[in-house]
């Protein structure tokens, strides 16, 4: 059995074919390097450079090994970036995936797991968001993860092509034996940037609002360890084995914690004071995101491992404090 990793050099992607490859899986990684890292990429295991939306070079790759699925990452994920340049994303993340598709259905390979997000939801009105809420994005990021699931959807029932889409909530941590971490240029994401600050590349975190209506006024987000996102993706490709389907899935924790909650936690881990500073909001930034995970749980056997802050922000630190150029440390 061969998997096509697209997005293999990437944060999550990386922990994925990592993963693979501790399992004995055949993996094949397709990434452009955009975003991805020359340094995440392992010797061992086949990559081709390119782009997505160029189809002759998706058929020398699928011509050249036989793909049973595909797990499909590569994408754009910056939210502010998206709101500034949509055209980008919806070229690049649904141009993307729909020449993914066209590949896929030319090579008769039917099954995919799709990296979607929670920005599908925009700004949910419970608690504890459900697959069964509604889906309304505030960013063209979430438009264009939501318009790839649709396009999964109508592409089953048309081709046969059996899928799941996974909803991240806040992805965090590193690889439990620091083999890989998260390294993005520029780096948007809170856990990374309160860290850097902790390893003196950086002043002070800026706070992106205090008077949410959350209980310290800051926003509250579900963070879930890498490895625990990539277990699922692993019970997904068995359960499409097993049971064709199109699926979604949120995966979290599903429990949140407040930015200072999080520096806060940081400053533990570390033993550094991370000095913040309250500054305005990040356009586009719902209050809360926390995610239920049961149909994820009930359907997939899935459940967290690793569901603790401070241990998922134990695994960041190892590998910034080993890697304080991220990968470029490793070069
Ligand atoms: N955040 C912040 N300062 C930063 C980066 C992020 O206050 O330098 C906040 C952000 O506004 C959000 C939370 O931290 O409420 C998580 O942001 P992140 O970008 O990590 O993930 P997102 O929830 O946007 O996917």
Redesign the pocket.
């Known amino acids: 059995m061969t998997i096509l990793v697209t997005g293999g050099a990437g944060y999550i992607g990386s922990h994925a074919v990592l993963t693979l490859k501790r399992q004995k899986k055949d993996v094949v990684i397709i990434d452009s390097l955009q975003t991805g890292h020359r340094g995440a990429l392992d010797q061992d295991i086949p990559y081709y450079e390119g782009d997505l939306r160029d189809s002759e070079f998706l058929d020398h790759v699928f011509s050249a090994h036989k793909i049973d699925a595909v797990i499909h990452f590569a994408a754009n994920s910056l939210?502010g970036e998206s709101v500034t340049d949509p055209l980008k994303y919806y070229d690049n993340n649904v141009g993307g995936a729909t020449s993914l598709l066209q590949a896929m259905n030319r090579h008769d390979v039917k099954k995919i797991v799709f990296s979607s997000?929670?920005?599908t939801y925009g700004e949910p009105e419970t608690d504890l968001i459900d697959e069964n809420d509604p889906t309304i994005p505030t960013n063209p990021y979430g438009e264009t993860k939501l318009a790839i699931e649709k396009m999964l959807k109508w592409a089953g029932g048309a081709y046969g092509l059996h899928s799941i889409s996974l909803r991240y909530f806040?992805v965090?941590g590193a690889d439990l034996d620091g083999e890989k971490g998260e390294d993005h240029n520029p780096e948007?994401?809170?856990?990374p940037?309160?860290l850097q600050v902790a390893l003196g590349q950086r002043e002070k975190?800026?706070?992106?609002?205090n008077d949410y209506p959350t209980p310290d006024g800051?926003?509250?987000?579900d963070y879930i360890h890498v490895q625990d996102l990539v277990d699922a993706h692993l019970l997904a490709l068995e359960k499409l084995d097993k049971d064709p389907q199109t699926a979604v899935y949120n995966l979290g924790n599903g429990q949140g914690f407040s930015?200072m909650e999080?520096i806060e936690a940081a400053r533990k881990v570390t033993g550094h004071d991370i000095p913040a500073a309250i500054?305005k909001?990040?356009a586009g930034?719902p209050a809360k995101?926390v995610a239920s995970s049961a149909r994820a749980t009930k359907e997939l056997g899935w459940k967290p491992n690793y569901p603790e802050l401070e241990r998922i922000i134990q695994t960041a630190w190892d590998w910034h404090r080993a890697h304080p150029e991220g990968y470029a440390s490793t070069k």
Do not use: K, P, W, Y
Request: charged share 20%; glycine share 4%.
């Open positions: 939210v997000t929670a920005a806040n965090a948007t994401h809170l856990i940037i309160v975190i800026s706070v992106f609002g800051t926003c509250i987000r930015v999080v500054e909001r990040r930034d995101l």
